[in-house]
Protein backbone atom coordinates (compact mmCIF):
# COMPACT_ATOMS: atom_id res chain seq x y z
CA UNK A 1 0.00 0.00 0.00
CA UNK A 2 0.85 3.47 -0.58
CA UNK A 3 2.57 5.75 2.02
CA UNK A 4 -0.29 7.42 3.97
CA UNK A 5 -0.68 11.71 3.72
CA UNK A 6 -0.09 11.80 7.16
CA UNK A 7 1.27 10.18 9.90
CA UNK A 8 1.40 11.48 13.24
CA UNK A 9 2.82 9.55 16.51
CA UNK A 10 3.27 10.53 19.88
CA UNK A 11 2.99 14.48 19.32
CA UNK A 12 3.12 16.92 22.00
CA UNK A 13 3.35 20.53 21.61
CA UNK A 14 2.47 23.55 23.79
CA UNK A 15 2.81 26.85 23.15
CA UNK A 16 6.18 28.71 25.75
CA UNK A 17 4.58 29.04 28.57
CA UNK A 18 1.58 26.97 28.58
CA UNK A 19 0.21 23.85 29.03
CA UNK A 20 -0.18 21.45 26.53
CA UNK A 21 -1.98 22.24 23.39
CA UNK A 22 -1.71 19.05 21.85
CA UNK A 23 -0.93 15.70 22.71
CA UNK A 24 -1.79 13.38 19.78
CA UNK A 25 -1.01 9.31 20.26
CA UNK A 26 -1.37 8.65 16.81
CA UNK A 27 -2.95 9.98 13.19
CA UNK A 28 -3.28 9.11 9.78
CA UNK A 29 -4.54 10.23 6.49
CA UNK A 30 -4.12 7.84 3.89
CA UNK A 31 -2.86 9.02 0.26
CA UNK A 32 -5.67 10.39 -1.54
CA UNK A 33 -8.02 9.99 1.29
CA UNK A 34 -10.37 13.33 2.36
CA UNK A 35 -10.88 14.02 5.83
CA UNK A 36 -13.10 16.07 8.14
CA UNK A 37 -11.25 17.20 10.97
CA UNK A 38 -13.41 18.74 13.40
CA UNK A 39 -12.80 21.16 16.24
CA UNK A 40 -14.02 24.50 17.75
CA UNK A 41 -12.03 27.54 17.30
CA UNK A 42 -9.12 27.45 20.22
CA UNK A 43 -8.76 23.73 20.15
CA UNK A 44 -5.26 23.79 18.50
CA UNK A 45 -6.57 23.31 14.78
CA UNK A 46 -4.22 25.93 13.34
CA UNK A 47 -1.59 24.56 15.82
CA UNK A 48 -1.79 21.02 14.51
CA UNK A 49 -2.04 22.37 10.20
CA UNK A 50 1.27 24.37 11.23
CA UNK A 51 2.82 21.54 12.48
CA UNK A 52 1.33 19.51 9.41
CA UNK A 53 3.01 22.04 7.06
CA UNK A 54 6.49 22.44 8.75
CA UNK A 55 5.62 25.95 9.31
CA UNK A 56 6.02 25.28 13.16
CA UNK A 57 8.43 23.07 14.44
CA UNK A 58 7.45 19.79 16.54
CA UNK A 59 8.57 19.70 20.04
CA UNK A 60 8.20 15.75 21.00
CA UNK A 61 7.01 13.27 18.60
CA UNK A 62 6.80 12.84 14.60
CA UNK A 63 5.27 13.93 11.88
CA UNK A 64 5.63 12.17 8.60
CA UNK A 65 3.94 13.80 5.13
CA UNK A 66 4.05 11.64 1.91
CA UNK A 67 7.13 9.69 4.01
CA UNK A 68 9.14 12.62 4.77
CA UNK A 69 9.68 13.28 7.80
CA UNK A 70 8.77 17.19 9.14
CA UNK A 71 12.24 17.03 10.96
CA UNK A 72 12.09 20.19 13.61
CA UNK A 73 16.04 20.29 13.14
CA UNK A 74 15.73 21.05 9.65
CA UNK A 75 14.00 24.02 8.80
CA UNK A 76 14.92 24.25 5.25
CA UNK A 77 14.06 20.92 4.38
CA UNK A 78 10.76 21.31 5.88
CA UNK A 79 10.40 24.44 3.80
CA UNK A 80 11.41 22.74 1.23
CA UNK A 81 8.90 19.51 1.62
CA UNK A 82 5.85 22.16 1.86
CA UNK A 83 6.85 23.44 -0.78
CA UNK A 84 6.89 20.17 -2.78
CA UNK A 85 4.25 18.46 -1.24
CA UNK A 86 1.60 20.90 0.47
CA UNK A 87 -1.38 22.76 -0.99
CA UNK A 88 -2.76 25.00 1.80
CA UNK A 89 -6.39 27.05 1.65
CA UNK A 90 -6.91 29.65 4.47
CA UNK A 91 -10.12 31.38 5.68
CA UNK A 92 -9.10 34.60 4.06
CA UNK A 93 -6.71 36.82 2.61
CA UNK A 94 -5.59 34.21 0.50
CA UNK A 95 -4.08 36.37 -2.15
CA UNK A 96 -0.80 38.03 -2.21
CA UNK A 97 -2.17 41.43 -3.27
CA UNK A 98 0.27 42.77 -5.72
CA UNK A 99 -0.31 39.96 -7.78
CA UNK A 100 -2.72 38.70 -9.89
CA UNK A 101 -5.14 36.22 -9.77
CA UNK A 102 -2.75 34.18 -12.59
CA UNK A 103 0.36 35.26 -10.43
CA UNK A 104 -1.31 33.80 -7.33
CA UNK A 105 -1.83 30.70 -8.85
CA UNK A 106 1.57 30.53 -10.10
CA UNK A 107 3.05 31.47 -6.94
CA UNK A 108 4.30 28.19 -5.30
CA UNK A 109 6.52 27.49 -8.95
CA UNK A 110 8.57 30.19 -7.55
CA UNK A 111 9.53 28.46 -4.50
CA UNK A 112 9.16 24.50 -5.56
CA UNK A 113 11.02 23.54 -8.79
CA UNK A 114 9.87 20.03 -7.99
CA UNK A 115 6.14 21.35 -8.86
CA UNK A 116 7.49 22.92 -12.14
CA UNK A 117 9.32 19.46 -12.82
CA UNK A 118 6.16 17.38 -12.44
CA UNK A 119 4.30 20.25 -14.75
CA UNK A 120 6.59 19.89 -17.09
CA UNK A 121 7.04 16.03 -16.68
CA UNK A 122 3.39 15.76 -17.31
CA UNK A 123 3.74 18.07 -20.45
CA UNK A 124 1.84 20.91 -19.29
CA UNK A 125 2.79 24.45 -19.17
CA UNK A 126 2.21 26.24 -15.62
CA UNK A 127 -0.08 28.56 -17.17
CA UNK A 128 -2.23 26.32 -19.08
CA UNK A 129 -2.67 24.09 -15.95
CA UNK A 130 -3.60 27.54 -13.77
CA UNK A 131 -6.04 28.79 -16.26
CA UNK A 132 -7.40 25.05 -16.01
CA UNK A 133 -7.72 24.66 -12.55
CA UNK A 134 -9.18 27.82 -12.91
CA UNK A 135 -11.86 27.20 -15.35
CA UNK A 136 -12.38 23.55 -14.13
CA UNK A 137 -13.01 25.44 -9.82
CA UNK A 138 -15.44 27.63 -11.59
CA UNK A 139 -13.46 31.20 -12.13
CA UNK A 140 -14.65 32.47 -15.53
CA UNK A 141 -12.13 34.35 -17.43
CA UNK A 142 -13.68 37.55 -16.10
CA UNK A 143 -12.30 37.12 -12.92
CA UNK A 144 -8.66 36.53 -14.13
CA UNK A 145 -8.53 39.77 -16.00
CA UNK A 146 -9.44 41.60 -12.36
CA UNK A 147 -7.06 42.62 -9.69
CA UNK A 148 -6.69 39.98 -6.88
CA UNK A 149 -8.16 42.48 -4.25
CA UNK A 150 -10.84 43.40 -6.57
CA UNK A 151 -12.59 39.84 -6.49
CA UNK A 152 -15.30 38.35 -4.43
CA UNK A 153 -14.08 36.08 -1.52
CA UNK A 154 -15.80 33.15 -2.85
CA UNK A 155 -13.63 33.72 -6.47
CA UNK A 156 -10.47 34.32 -4.10
CA UNK A 157 -11.17 31.03 -2.53
CA UNK A 158 -11.40 29.43 -6.04
CA UNK A 159 -8.50 31.09 -7.26
CA UNK A 160 -6.30 29.73 -3.36
CA UNK A 161 -8.04 26.40 -4.28
CA UNK A 162 -6.17 26.10 -7.69
CA UNK A 163 -3.18 27.72 -6.23
CA UNK A 164 -3.05 24.80 -3.69
CA UNK A 165 -3.89 22.29 -6.41
CA UNK A 166 -0.93 23.35 -9.22
CA UNK A 167 1.62 20.89 -9.48
CA UNK A 168 -0.55 17.69 -8.42
CA UNK A 169 0.76 18.24 -4.23
CA UNK A 170 0.41 15.15 -2.30
CA UNK A 171 -1.75 16.69 0.34
CA UNK A 172 -4.14 20.05 0.54
CA UNK A 173 -5.05 21.50 3.71
CA UNK A 174 -7.82 23.75 4.24
CA UNK A 175 -8.51 25.72 7.59
CA UNK A 176 -12.06 26.81 7.54
CA UNK A 177 -12.24 27.85 3.97
CA UNK A 178 -16.12 28.12 3.74
CA UNK A 179 -16.64 29.74 6.87
CA UNK A 180 -17.26 33.15 5.14
CA UNK A 181 -19.18 31.98 1.82
CA UNK A 182 -22.58 32.03 1.91
CA UNK A 183 -24.64 28.82 1.78
CA UNK A 184 -24.88 28.13 -1.69
CA UNK A 185 -21.41 29.31 -2.59
CA UNK A 186 -20.02 27.24 -0.01
CA UNK A 187 -21.70 23.94 -1.48
CA UNK A 188 -20.37 24.86 -5.19
CA UNK A 189 -16.70 25.09 -3.42
CA UNK A 190 -16.72 22.02 -1.35
CA UNK A 191 -18.49 20.22 -4.20
CA UNK A 192 -15.17 21.41 -6.49
CA UNK A 193 -12.61 21.35 -4.45
CA UNK A 194 -13.49 17.67 -3.26
CA UNK A 195 -13.69 16.73 -6.82
CA UNK A 196 -10.47 18.16 -7.87
CA UNK A 197 -8.58 16.79 -5.00
CA UNK A 198 -9.59 13.24 -6.49
CA UNK A 199 -8.98 13.77 -9.60
CA UNK A 200 -5.37 14.43 -9.05
CA UNK A 201 -5.32 11.93 -6.40
CA UNK A 202 -4.21 14.55 -3.21
CA UNK A 203 -5.30 13.51 -0.14
CA UNK A 204 -7.71 16.23 1.73
CA UNK A 205 -7.37 17.49 5.10
CA UNK A 206 -10.41 19.94 5.67
CA UNK A 207 -10.49 21.39 9.13
CA UNK A 208 -13.90 22.93 10.15
CA UNK A 209 -16.06 23.93 13.28
CA UNK A 210 -18.90 23.56 11.00
CA UNK A 211 -19.48 19.93 11.39
CA UNK A 212 -22.78 19.82 8.87
CA UNK A 213 -20.26 19.49 6.38
CA UNK A 214 -18.71 16.34 7.27
CA UNK A 215 -21.46 14.42 5.31
CA UNK A 216 -18.85 15.27 2.21
CA UNK A 217 -15.89 13.33 3.28
CA UNK A 218 -14.14 9.88 3.39
CA UNK A 219 -14.21 10.22 6.83
CA UNK A 220 -14.83 12.65 9.75
CA UNK A 221 -12.59 12.92 13.03
CA UNK A 222 -13.26 15.13 16.01
CA UNK A 223 -9.80 16.76 16.82
CA UNK A 224 -10.96 16.56 20.95
CA UNK A 225 -11.20 12.77 20.43
CA UNK A 226 -7.44 12.22 19.39
CA UNK A 227 -6.06 15.07 21.57
CA UNK A 228 -5.97 13.86 24.82
CA UNK A 229 -4.35 17.21 26.38
CA UNK A 230 -8.08 18.27 25.07
CA UNK A 231 -9.91 15.62 27.24
CA UNK A 232 -7.44 16.29 30.34
CA UNK A 233 -8.43 20.34 30.23
CA UNK B 1 15.31 31.54 -5.87
CA UNK B 2 16.86 34.96 -6.24
CA UNK B 3 15.09 36.21 -9.72
CA UNK B 4 11.55 35.18 -8.02
CA UNK B 5 12.01 37.18 -5.54
CA UNK B 6 12.93 40.14 -7.47
CA UNK B 7 10.19 40.25 -9.14
CA UNK B 8 7.81 39.79 -6.51
CA UNK B 9 9.89 43.08 -4.62
CA UNK B 10 9.19 44.68 -7.40
CA UNK B 11 5.18 44.20 -8.07
CA UNK B 12 5.50 45.01 -4.31
CA UNK B 13 7.09 48.17 -4.67
CA UNK B 14 4.63 48.54 -7.85
CA UNK B 15 1.41 48.20 -5.67
CA UNK B 16 2.30 50.75 -2.99
CA UNK B 17 3.29 53.15 -5.74
CA UNK B 18 2.26 56.30 -3.96
CA UNK B 19 4.36 56.06 -0.57
CA UNK B 20 7.14 53.86 -2.13
CA UNK B 21 6.95 56.68 -4.58
CA UNK B 22 7.31 59.52 -1.99
CA UNK B 23 10.33 57.41 -0.09
CA UNK B 24 11.96 57.32 -3.74
CA UNK B 25 11.55 60.97 -4.10
CA UNK B 26 13.02 62.19 -0.64
CA UNK B 27 16.26 60.00 -1.62
CA UNK B 28 15.95 61.58 -5.17
CA UNK B 29 16.28 65.31 -3.88
CA UNK B 30 19.05 64.19 -0.95
CA UNK B 31 21.13 62.29 -3.71
CA UNK B 32 20.35 65.62 -6.28
CA UNK B 33 21.84 67.41 -3.42
CA UNK B 34 24.86 65.85 -2.73
CA UNK B 35 26.02 65.49 -6.26
CA UNK B 36 25.24 68.84 -6.57
CA UNK B 37 26.98 70.23 -3.74
CA UNK B 38 30.03 68.00 -4.43
CA UNK B 39 29.64 69.06 -8.28
CA UNK B 40 29.90 72.82 -7.31
CA UNK B 41 32.42 72.67 -4.72
CA UNK B 42 34.89 70.52 -7.04
CA UNK B 43 33.99 73.28 -9.56
CA UNK B 44 35.00 75.94 -7.65
CA UNK B 45 38.26 74.33 -5.99
CA UNK B 46 39.37 73.54 -9.44
CA UNK B 47 38.24 77.21 -10.66
CA UNK B 48 39.80 78.70 -7.65
CA UNK B 49 43.37 76.60 -7.86
CA UNK B 50 43.71 77.60 -11.30
CA UNK B 51 42.80 81.45 -10.61
CA UNK B 52 45.93 81.59 -12.24
CA UNK B 53 48.04 79.09 -14.37
CA UNK B 54 51.04 78.99 -16.52
CA UNK B 55 52.68 81.93 -14.43
CA UNK B 56 55.68 80.79 -12.53
CA UNK B 57 56.80 83.67 -10.03
CA UNK B 58 54.58 86.25 -8.83
CA UNK B 59 57.67 89.25 -7.60
CA UNK B 60 56.48 92.09 -5.60
CA UNK B 61 57.52 94.36 -2.33
CA UNK B 62 58.88 91.76 0.74
CA UNK B 63 56.07 89.95 2.34
CA UNK B 64 54.01 87.34 3.42
CA UNK B 65 53.43 85.05 0.07
CA UNK B 66 49.62 85.21 0.76
CA UNK B 67 49.55 88.95 1.38
CA UNK B 68 51.74 89.15 -2.14
CA UNK B 69 48.92 87.03 -4.06
CA UNK B 70 46.07 88.27 -2.49
CA UNK B 71 46.76 91.78 -3.75
CA UNK B 72 48.13 90.55 -7.34
CA UNK B 73 46.21 87.93 -7.98
CA UNK B 74 42.56 88.75 -6.02
CA UNK B 75 43.10 92.16 -5.92
CA UNK B 76 42.38 92.01 -2.25
CA UNK B 77 44.02 94.04 0.40
CA UNK B 78 46.82 96.56 -0.25
CA UNK B 79 50.79 95.81 -0.89
CA UNK B 80 53.08 96.98 1.54
CA UNK B 81 55.35 98.66 -0.85
CA UNK B 82 55.89 99.25 -4.45
CA UNK B 83 58.79 97.46 -6.25
CA UNK B 84 61.20 99.91 -8.61
CA UNK B 85 60.98 100.03 -11.94
CA UNK B 86 64.57 99.39 -12.57
CA UNK B 87 64.19 96.22 -10.01
CA UNK B 88 61.77 95.06 -12.75
CA UNK B 89 63.42 95.61 -15.13
CA UNK B 90 66.45 93.71 -14.00
CA UNK B 91 63.83 90.75 -13.33
CA UNK B 92 62.69 91.37 -16.75
CA UNK B 93 65.78 91.20 -18.36
CA UNK B 94 67.46 87.93 -15.98
CA UNK B 95 68.73 84.76 -18.29
CA UNK B 96 65.84 81.99 -18.70
CA UNK B 97 63.23 84.41 -18.25
CA UNK B 98 60.63 84.22 -21.23
CA UNK B 99 58.26 86.89 -20.21
CA UNK B 100 57.17 89.46 -17.48
CA UNK B 101 53.44 91.80 -16.98
CA UNK B 102 54.03 94.51 -14.68
CA UNK B 103 51.07 95.46 -12.66
CA UNK B 104 50.61 98.32 -10.90
CA UNK B 105 47.35 98.69 -8.49
CA UNK B 106 46.01 101.78 -6.22
CA UNK B 107 42.62 103.06 -8.46
CA UNK B 108 39.39 101.77 -8.65
CA UNK B 109 36.51 102.34 -10.26
CA UNK B 110 33.04 102.70 -8.42
CA UNK B 111 34.20 99.85 -5.99
CA UNK B 112 36.50 98.09 -9.02
CA UNK B 113 40.51 97.60 -8.82
CA UNK B 114 42.11 99.48 -11.37
CA UNK B 115 45.25 97.37 -13.09
CA UNK B 116 47.45 99.14 -14.96
CA UNK B 117 49.83 96.73 -17.05
CA UNK B 118 50.59 96.20 -20.60
CA UNK B 119 49.23 94.42 -23.05
CA UNK B 120 51.24 91.51 -22.70
CA UNK B 121 48.67 90.92 -19.97
CA UNK B 122 46.50 89.79 -22.17
CA UNK B 123 48.93 87.52 -24.08
CA UNK B 124 50.28 85.73 -20.82
CA UNK B 125 47.66 85.95 -18.39
CA UNK B 126 46.17 82.36 -18.31
CA UNK B 127 43.55 80.63 -15.88
CA UNK B 128 42.22 77.39 -16.04
CA UNK B 129 44.02 74.95 -18.39
CA UNK B 130 46.40 77.29 -19.88
CA UNK B 131 43.12 79.39 -21.02
CA UNK B 132 43.98 83.06 -22.16
CA UNK B 133 42.04 85.67 -21.45
CA UNK B 134 39.17 86.71 -24.36
CA UNK B 135 37.76 90.08 -25.77
CA UNK B 136 34.08 90.01 -25.87
CA UNK B 137 33.86 92.64 -27.76
CA UNK B 138 36.53 95.14 -28.75
CA UNK B 139 40.33 95.47 -28.78
CA UNK B 140 42.82 95.73 -25.98
CA UNK B 141 43.95 99.41 -25.37
CA UNK B 142 46.56 100.88 -26.94
CA UNK B 143 46.60 104.43 -26.19
CA UNK B 144 46.41 106.26 -22.81
CA UNK B 145 43.14 107.12 -21.46
CA UNK B 146 41.93 103.91 -22.98
CA UNK B 147 40.25 101.10 -20.62
CA UNK B 148 39.38 97.06 -20.94
CA UNK B 149 36.85 96.03 -18.70
CA UNK B 150 36.56 92.62 -17.38
CA UNK B 151 33.06 90.46 -17.58
CA UNK B 152 31.56 91.98 -14.29
CA UNK B 153 32.17 95.39 -14.28
CA UNK B 154 30.75 95.68 -17.79
CA UNK B 155 27.89 93.81 -17.03
CA UNK B 156 26.86 95.00 -13.11
CA UNK B 157 27.78 98.72 -14.36
CA UNK B 158 26.23 98.20 -17.53
CA UNK B 159 29.43 99.30 -20.04
CA UNK B 160 29.38 98.91 -23.44
CA UNK B 161 32.70 99.80 -25.97
CA UNK B 162 33.01 103.69 -26.54
CA UNK B 163 30.87 104.20 -23.28
CA UNK B 164 33.44 106.85 -20.94
CA UNK B 165 34.28 106.15 -17.42
CA UNK B 166 36.67 108.10 -14.80
CA UNK B 167 38.72 106.69 -12.30
CA UNK B 168 39.32 107.25 -8.84
CA UNK B 169 42.18 107.39 -6.60
CA UNK B 170 42.49 104.80 -3.43
CA UNK B 171 40.37 101.86 -3.44
CA UNK B 172 37.17 102.41 -1.73
CA UNK B 173 33.78 102.03 -2.62
CA UNK B 174 33.29 105.62 -2.46
CA UNK B 175 35.58 107.79 -3.30
CA UNK B 176 35.64 111.56 -3.54
CA UNK B 177 38.98 111.98 -5.37
CA UNK B 178 38.66 111.54 -8.62
CA UNK B 179 41.29 111.66 -11.39
CA UNK B 180 38.76 114.15 -13.11
CA UNK B 181 39.72 115.41 -16.85
CA UNK B 182 40.96 112.28 -17.60
CA UNK B 183 37.80 110.48 -19.17
CA UNK B 184 38.62 106.89 -20.36
CA UNK B 185 37.05 105.05 -23.02
CA UNK B 186 35.85 101.55 -23.17
CA UNK B 187 37.34 100.05 -25.88
CA UNK B 188 37.13 96.25 -25.29
CA UNK B 189 35.45 94.12 -22.57
CA UNK B 190 36.54 90.97 -21.96
CA UNK B 191 34.83 87.11 -21.30
CA UNK B 192 33.96 85.78 -18.14
CA UNK B 193 36.89 83.59 -16.74
CA UNK B 194 35.71 82.93 -13.28
CA UNK B 195 38.27 84.71 -11.71
CA UNK B 196 39.05 88.36 -10.54
CA UNK B 197 40.06 89.42 -13.71
CA UNK B 198 35.78 89.70 -14.48
CA UNK B 199 36.15 92.37 -11.42
CA UNK B 200 39.44 94.29 -12.60
CA UNK B 201 39.58 97.81 -15.13
CA UNK B 202 42.76 97.61 -16.88
CA UNK B 203 44.24 100.30 -18.34
CA UNK B 204 48.11 100.86 -19.46
CA UNK B 205 50.94 101.61 -17.08
CA UNK B 206 51.13 104.68 -18.82
CA UNK B 207 47.59 105.98 -18.30
CA UNK B 208 48.26 105.14 -14.46
CA UNK B 209 51.39 107.47 -14.43
CA UNK B 210 49.60 110.01 -16.87
CA UNK B 211 46.25 110.59 -14.00
CA UNK B 212 48.64 110.76 -11.34
CA UNK B 213 51.04 113.80 -12.66
CA UNK B 214 51.03 116.53 -10.08
CA UNK B 215 49.87 114.18 -7.29
CA UNK B 216 52.86 113.59 -5.92
CA UNK B 217 51.70 115.20 -2.52
CA UNK B 218 48.99 112.31 -2.30
CA UNK B 219 46.29 114.99 -3.21
CA UNK B 220 44.49 116.11 -6.58
CA UNK B 221 46.58 118.67 -8.52
CA UNK B 222 45.71 122.29 -8.30
CA UNK B 223 46.13 122.98 -11.80
CA UNK B 224 44.45 120.76 -14.25
CA UNK B 225 47.25 118.15 -15.94
CA UNK B 226 49.39 119.53 -18.08
CA UNK B 227 49.91 117.21 -21.36
CA UNK B 228 52.36 114.67 -21.50
CA UNK B 229 54.93 113.28 -23.67
CA UNK B 230 54.54 109.32 -23.88
CA UNK B 231 58.51 109.17 -23.25
CA UNK B 232 57.66 111.09 -19.60
CA UNK B 233 55.39 108.52 -18.46
CA UNK B 234 57.65 105.51 -17.69
CA UNK B 235 56.68 104.64 -14.31
CA UNK B 236 59.43 104.56 -11.00
CA UNK B 237 57.90 101.96 -9.59
CA UNK B 238 54.87 99.53 -9.73
CA UNK B 239 53.06 97.28 -7.70
CA UNK B 240 53.85 94.01 -9.11
CA UNK B 241 55.19 91.40 -11.60
CA UNK B 242 54.02 88.28 -13.28
CA UNK B 243 57.02 86.26 -14.51
CA UNK B 244 57.35 83.29 -17.11
CA UNK B 245 60.42 81.48 -17.38
CA UNK B 246 61.82 79.59 -20.12
CA UNK B 247 61.48 76.27 -18.18
CA UNK B 248 60.08 74.92 -15.31
CA UNK B 249 63.45 73.86 -13.67
CA UNK B 250 64.88 76.99 -13.77
CA UNK B 251 62.43 78.69 -11.20
CA UNK B 252 63.45 77.55 -7.68
CA UNK B 253 66.81 79.55 -9.16
CA UNK B 254 65.33 82.60 -10.12
CA UNK B 255 63.17 82.90 -6.58
CA UNK B 256 66.30 82.70 -4.73
CA UNK B 257 67.64 85.76 -6.95
CA UNK B 258 64.77 87.84 -6.55
CA UNK B 259 64.30 87.38 -2.45
CA UNK B 260 67.97 87.30 -1.86
CA UNK B 261 68.36 90.64 -4.40
CA UNK B 262 70.55 92.99 -2.52
CA UNK B 263 69.49 96.38 -4.50
CA UNK B 264 65.73 96.61 -3.13
CA UNK B 265 64.02 94.10 -0.75
CA UNK B 266 61.14 91.71 -2.42
CA UNK B 267 59.89 88.60 -2.26
CA UNK B 268 58.94 86.08 -4.89
CA UNK B 269 56.29 83.12 -4.74
CA UNK B 270 55.27 80.42 -6.88
CA UNK B 271 51.38 81.19 -7.46
CA UNK B 272 50.40 77.26 -7.05
CA UNK B 273 51.48 76.67 -4.31
CA UNK B 274 50.34 79.96 -2.53
CA UNK B 275 47.19 79.11 -3.90
CA UNK B 276 47.15 76.03 -2.34
CA UNK B 277 47.95 77.19 1.08
CA UNK B 278 45.04 79.89 0.11
CA UNK B 279 42.80 76.83 -0.39
CA UNK B 280 43.91 75.10 3.15
CA UNK B 281 42.68 78.17 4.93
CA UNK B 282 39.34 78.79 3.38
CA UNK B 283 38.64 75.57 1.70
CA UNK B 284 37.67 74.24 5.49
CA UNK B 285 33.92 75.58 4.81
CA UNK B 286 33.72 72.54 1.73
CA UNK B 287 34.39 69.84 4.49
CA UNK B 288 31.35 71.42 6.07
CA UNK B 289 29.24 71.43 2.89
CA UNK B 290 30.31 67.70 2.35
CA UNK B 291 29.31 66.93 5.79
CA UNK B 292 25.72 68.47 5.58
CA UNK B 293 24.83 67.11 2.24
CA UNK B 294 26.08 63.63 3.41
CA UNK B 295 23.59 64.32 6.56
CA UNK B 296 20.42 64.81 3.89
CA UNK B 297 21.41 61.77 2.11
CA UNK B 298 21.13 60.11 5.47
CA UNK B 299 17.66 61.90 6.68
CA UNK B 300 16.63 60.84 2.71
CA UNK B 301 17.25 57.03 3.23
CA UNK B 302 15.64 56.99 6.64
CA UNK B 303 12.45 57.44 5.04
CA UNK B 304 13.01 53.95 3.59
CA UNK B 305 12.53 52.71 7.26
CA UNK B 306 9.20 54.55 7.28
CA UNK B 307 7.97 52.83 4.44
CA UNK B 308 8.88 49.67 4.84
CA UNK B 309 7.85 49.34 8.96
CA UNK B 310 4.63 50.91 8.64
CA UNK B 311 3.60 48.20 5.84
CA UNK B 312 4.75 45.36 8.04
CA UNK B 313 1.50 44.75 9.95
CA UNK B 314 -0.91 44.61 7.01
CA UNK B 315 1.82 42.70 5.53
CA UNK B 316 2.20 39.60 7.82
CA UNK B 317 -1.40 38.16 5.95
CA UNK B 318 1.09 38.28 2.83
CA UNK B 319 3.72 36.96 4.33
CA UNK B 320 1.84 33.92 5.69
CA UNK B 321 0.51 32.58 2.65
CA UNK B 322 4.02 33.21 0.93
CA UNK B 323 4.99 30.93 3.60
CA UNK B 324 2.10 28.20 3.01
CA UNK B 325 3.32 28.08 -0.54
CA UNK B 326 7.16 27.77 0.50
CA UNK B 327 8.74 30.30 1.13
CA UNK B 328 11.71 30.19 3.83
CA UNK B 329 12.23 32.82 6.59
CA UNK B 330 15.16 33.88 4.42
CA UNK B 331 13.09 34.37 1.62
CA UNK B 332 10.82 36.85 3.69
CA UNK B 333 14.21 38.75 5.19
CA UNK B 334 15.86 38.97 1.28
CA UNK B 335 12.09 40.22 -0.28
CA UNK B 336 12.04 43.05 2.27
CA UNK B 337 15.88 43.93 1.85
CA UNK B 338 15.42 43.46 -1.59
CA UNK B 339 12.03 45.90 -1.69
CA UNK B 340 14.44 48.58 0.64
CA UNK B 341 17.86 48.23 -1.77
CA UNK B 342 15.38 48.81 -4.86
CA UNK B 343 14.18 52.14 -3.00
CA UNK B 344 17.65 53.47 -2.32
CA UNK B 345 18.64 52.35 -6.09
CA UNK B 346 15.83 53.87 -7.84
CA UNK B 347 16.17 56.76 -5.75
CA UNK B 348 20.28 56.96 -6.22
CA UNK B 349 19.66 56.64 -9.96
CA UNK B 350 17.05 59.21 -10.67
CA UNK B 351 18.92 61.43 -8.27
CA UNK B 352 22.20 60.77 -10.66
CA UNK B 353 19.66 61.51 -13.95
CA UNK B 354 17.99 63.97 -12.39
CA UNK B 355 22.01 66.10 -11.59
CA UNK B 356 23.06 65.38 -14.94
CA UNK B 357 20.19 67.03 -16.74
CA UNK B 358 20.45 69.81 -14.51
CA UNK B 359 24.01 70.59 -14.85
CA UNK B 360 23.80 69.78 -18.86
CA UNK B 361 20.82 72.95 -18.96
CA UNK B 362 22.46 75.40 -16.45
CA UNK B 363 26.38 74.31 -17.44
CA UNK B 364 26.41 76.51 -20.10
CA UNK B 365 24.95 79.71 -18.18
CA UNK B 366 27.12 79.07 -15.13
CA UNK B 367 30.30 79.12 -18.02
CA UNK B 368 29.05 82.02 -19.69
CA UNK B 369 27.98 84.05 -16.19
CA UNK B 370 30.54 82.90 -13.56
CA UNK B 371 33.44 81.43 -15.92
CA UNK B 372 32.78 78.07 -13.38
CA UNK B 373 33.53 74.56 -15.39
CA UNK B 374 31.37 72.07 -13.76
CA UNK B 375 32.58 68.96 -14.70
CA UNK B 376 30.09 67.05 -16.50
CA UNK B 377 29.65 63.01 -17.35
CA UNK B 378 29.10 60.39 -14.59
CA UNK B 379 32.65 59.73 -13.04
CA UNK B 380 33.33 57.47 -9.69
CA UNK B 381 31.73 60.18 -7.14
CA UNK B 382 28.56 59.05 -9.12
CA UNK B 383 29.29 55.29 -9.30
CA UNK B 384 30.52 55.18 -5.09
CA UNK B 385 27.03 57.16 -4.51
CA UNK B 386 24.60 54.63 -6.58
CA UNK B 387 26.92 51.59 -4.37
CA UNK B 388 26.71 53.26 -1.38
CA UNK B 389 23.17 54.49 -1.14
CA UNK B 390 21.94 50.89 -2.32
CA UNK B 391 24.03 48.98 0.43
CA UNK B 392 22.97 51.51 3.22
CA UNK B 393 19.56 51.17 1.92
CA UNK B 394 19.90 47.00 1.97
CA UNK B 395 21.68 48.01 5.46
CA UNK B 396 18.08 49.79 6.68
CA UNK B 397 15.93 47.53 5.20
CA UNK B 398 17.58 44.57 7.40
CA UNK B 399 15.79 46.11 10.26
CA UNK B 400 12.01 45.79 8.84
CA UNK B 401 13.10 42.43 7.33
CA UNK B 402 14.02 41.04 10.58
CA UNK B 403 11.08 41.83 12.48
CA UNK B 404 8.95 40.64 8.88
CA UNK B 405 10.74 37.10 9.13
CA UNK B 406 9.94 37.23 12.88
CA UNK B 407 6.76 37.39 12.83
CA UNK B 408 6.68 35.14 9.83
CA UNK B 409 8.05 32.39 12.60
CA UNK B 410 5.68 33.15 15.16
CA UNK B 411 2.49 33.44 13.19
CA UNK B 412 2.66 30.03 11.77
CA UNK B 413 -0.03 28.73 9.34
CA UNK B 414 -2.11 31.14 10.62
CA UNK B 415 -3.79 34.46 9.57
CA UNK B 416 -4.11 37.02 11.79
CA UNK B 417 -7.46 38.65 11.10
Not at chain 1, 174 to 180: G, K, M, V, Y
Not at chain 2, 78 to 102: C, F, H, K, R
Not at chain 2, 347 to 375: E, N, P, W
Request: contains cysteine; aromatic residues 6%.
Amino acid sequence: MSVPAILISDLRFSWPGSPDLLDIDRFELGAGESLFLAGASGSGKSTLLGLIAGITPSQRGEVTVLGERMDPQRPARRDANRASQLGVIFQLFNLVPYLSPLENVLLPLRFSPERAARLRAAGLSPEQEACRLLEVLGLDSGGLERASTALSVGQQQRVAAARALLGRPGLVIADEPTSALDHDARDAFLSLLTAECQASGAALLFVSHDRSLAGRFDRAVELDAINRAAVAA
Amino acid sequence: MRAPLLTLAWKSLVNRSLSVGLTVLAIVLSVSLYLGVEKIRSGVRDSFNSTISDTDLIAGARGGALNLLLYSVFRLGDPTANMGWDSYQLIASAPNVEWTVPISLGDSHRGYRVVGTTTDYFQHYKYGRSRSLELASGRVFQDIHEVVLGAEVARQLSYRIGDSIVLSHGVGDVSFAEHSGHDFAVVGILSPTGTPVDRSVHVSLESIEAIHVGWNTGVAPRAGPAAQAADALTPDSITAVFVGVTSPIQVLGLQRQINTYSGEALSAVMPGVALSQLWDVIGAAETAFTAISFLVIIVGLSGILTALSSGLNERRREMAVLRATGARPRDIFALLVLEAASIAAAGAIIGILVTQIGFALVSGFIRTRYGLDLGGGLGLPEILVLVSVTLAGAVLGAWPAWRAQRNALADGLSIRL
